[in-house]
Nanobody, 126 residues
Framework: QVQLVESGGGLVQSGGSLILSCTASVRTFSTYDLGWFRQAPGKEREFVATISWSAGNTYYADSGRGRFAIWRDNAKATVYLQMNSLKTEDTAVYYC???????????????????WGQGTQVTVSS
């Protein structure tokens, strides 16, 4: 069983930045594809960014491309999401996800991931 714990959410003004972190409790962290997803009230959970187990491949939703960056630190069993130029429409609960089956990052869908964190709230004010 993989446990994921997100942190770093909060209230930020439009145009501001945040860095989200997600730490996993698994010794084979380096073998897992990882992802960030978000869910706004009344909306379905949507893909934000994913990174492959090798960190060689990253994928971004159009909404965040150029503003968001995902990276991982295997030594710390942590994946990060840097969010710049935040907009009010980025307001959502952000979830970290992990899976060690092949191709999860490239799939870019919530259904591709088996393990999930509890989420961290990001609120962007105008």
């Amino acid at each position: 069983q993989v446990q994921l714990v997100e942190s770093g959410g909060g209230l930020v003004q439009s145009g501001g930045s945040l860095i989200l972190s997600c730490t996993a409790s698994v010794r084979t962290f380096s073998t897992y594809d990882l992802g960030w997803f978000r869910q706004a009230p009344g909306k379905e959970r949507e893909f934000v960014a994913t990174i492959s187990w090798s960190a060689g491949n990253t994928y971004y939703a159009d909404s965040g491309r150029g503003r968001f960056a995902i990276w991982r630190d295997n030594a710390k069993a942590t994946v990060y999401l840097q969010m710049n130029s935040l907009k009010t429409e980025d307001t959502a609960v952000y979830y970290c996800a992990a899976d060690n089956r092949m191709g999860r990052a490239q799939a870019m869908g919530a259904a591709a991931f088996s393990y999930w964190g509890q989420g961290t709230q990001v609120t962007v004010s105008s």
